[in-house]
């Protein structure tokens, strides 16, 4: 079977994507966790994901994926962005698994410039 799938805004929670997706015929997502215009982090609700994983499953809904926010810069020589940019990757990780996604897609950001051999945040 031919896979079709669309980045979709959870705005409304994890299953108005899920929903949106179905009315296109689609059948694999991809979705942020959260706004990705904002370091905030919220897990869903146990209620949630399990109403989002059974619609999937009863829809056929697969492969799952989460894209992780564009702020993250894990080659920032900045401390509080490369820390921020961990715990966000983080967050998205373990959503990944709470909602049954089989990965997430990330942009390990830039070293801006200064060389791959710069120090870096740790």
């Not at 009315?23 to 997502?29: A, S």
């Not at 994901?49 to 080659?75: E, M, S, V």
């Not at 089989?102 to 870096?120: D, E, N, T, Y």
């Amino acid at each position: 079977m031919r896979r079709f799938g669309a980045h979709l805004s959870i705005s409304g929670g994890l299953i108005k994507a899920a929903e949106s997706l179905v009315k296109i015929n689609g059948n694999c997502l991809q979705i942020f966790s959260g706004s990705p215009r904002g370091w905030q982090e919220q897990l869903p609700s146990e209620a949630e994901i399990k109403k989002f994983r059974d619609f999937c499953t009863a829809k056929d809904i697969q492969p799952i994926f989460i894209h992780a926010k564009y702020l993250i810069n894990l080659g920032s020589d900045k401390k509080e962005l490369y820390e921020l940019s961990q715990q966000s990757l983080k967050h998205d990780l373990q959503v990944a698994g709470l909602i049954g996604a089989v990965g997430v897609i990330v942009h390990l950001g830039s070293h801006q410039g200064r060389g791959f051999a710069a120090p870096r945040a740790q």
